[in-house]
């Protein structure tokens, strides 16, 4: 399944930074897995086990997902989920204030940047 995830990024002709941070899941660490990064020229790295703030940014990513939507609703199906987190990615980027960002959202952040 995560391979399918990848391979549909690559089609979209999306850039991989050239190491792809992991856990040792089995879905980790699979051959499948390895094959398809030395294919795409990216290096694997696993983080140290009982380390998750090495992989800081998508911990944060995925609490943020966890506590502020996924904890709050039942969903009917899997399409429902993708609609869903859909609508609140683009309301993440475009509407809501990031302290972090000194109180702009990331799509702001990115136009000052530009």
């Keep these: 399944m995560l391979l399918v995830g990848l391979d549909s990024i690559d089609e979209k002709r999306l850039t991989f930074k050239d190491l792809l941070r992991r856990y040792y899941g089995p879905e980790y660490v699979s051959s499948a897995l390895m094959q398809w990064a030395e294919k795409h020229h990216i290096k694997l790295q696993f983080i140290q086990p009982g380390k998750p703030q090495q992989n800081a940014y998508i911990e944060r990513y995925n609490r943020t997902v966890r506590y502020d939507w996924l ?42 940047a530009a």
């Design 71 to 112: 904890a709050h609703h039942l969903f009917d199906s899997v399409s429902d989920v993708q609609d869903f987190a859909t609508h609140w990615l683009w309301t993440y980027n475009h509407e809501r204030p990031n302290m972090a960002l000194g109180g702009i959202t990331p799509i702001q952040k990115m136009a000052l």
